[in-house]
């Protein structure tokens, strides 16, 4: 943190996030209340944390520095919308969407063809072999994603991008402050933007891309993370 304020030249952080810390940390009240004193001392104005599981946030927001939780959300990821969602409204914490897209797969530009390469985590982590395994795709079997993409394109038929429509589909959740998709082309970015020229999801898309949901992806996965 203090590296952070003199490369930047600030004399207090906005907001400070512990990354994915182990899940024992969230029993640990002595490291939150760390942040109280940065707070005191005005090096930081908020603290919030990136999770890996629903569980997770719910233990964190329980202390009430924690203004802000990090999580992965998306089609793939629908559970955080239930109890965590409204948890999170209730006591007022912001929520920033992370790993909007799959990994790149909610985009519908991969098929059973696709490469990544050797350095790319998409070809080393698909069982968590580096890190959690939730991070890469979502935790989706990749065959069983494709499946479920090519559904949600009868959904959107008009768009070769589905990038776009799966970032305003979690922009259509109150509950959500922001997301960060990740983006290493410019054309990544304008894709991004494009989320913002986009309706909002009509009820029946809504409920087409929830039985989408419910046929491949939650039976494996909903309650993993």
Known sequence: ???????????????????????????????????????????????????????????????SN????????????????????????????????RVPLASGLLTGKFGPDSTFSATDHRTFNRQGEAFDKGETFSGVDYATGLAAVDELKAIFPDDTNLAPDALRWILSFDAVSCIIPGASKPEHLISNLQAMGRPAPSPEQIAAIKRIYDKHIKNPVHYLW
């Open 1 to 63: 943190m203090e590296d952070s304020l003199q490369n930047m030249g600030l004399e207090t952080l906005d907001l400070i996030q512990l990354h994915c810390p182990p899940t024992d940390v969230y029993y640990r009240p002595e490291i939150f209340e760390l942040f109280d004193r940065l707070k005191e001392e005005g090096k930081i104005q908020n603290l919030g944390v990136s999770v890996e599981k629903v569980e997770e946030g719910l233990k964190a927001i329980e202390f």
């Open 66 to 97: 924690v203004t802000t939780v990090q999580i992965i959300f998306n089609m793939f990821r629908q559970r955080p919308a239930e109890l965590f969602f409204t948890e999170a409204s209730r006591r007022d914490v912001g929520i920033i969407v």
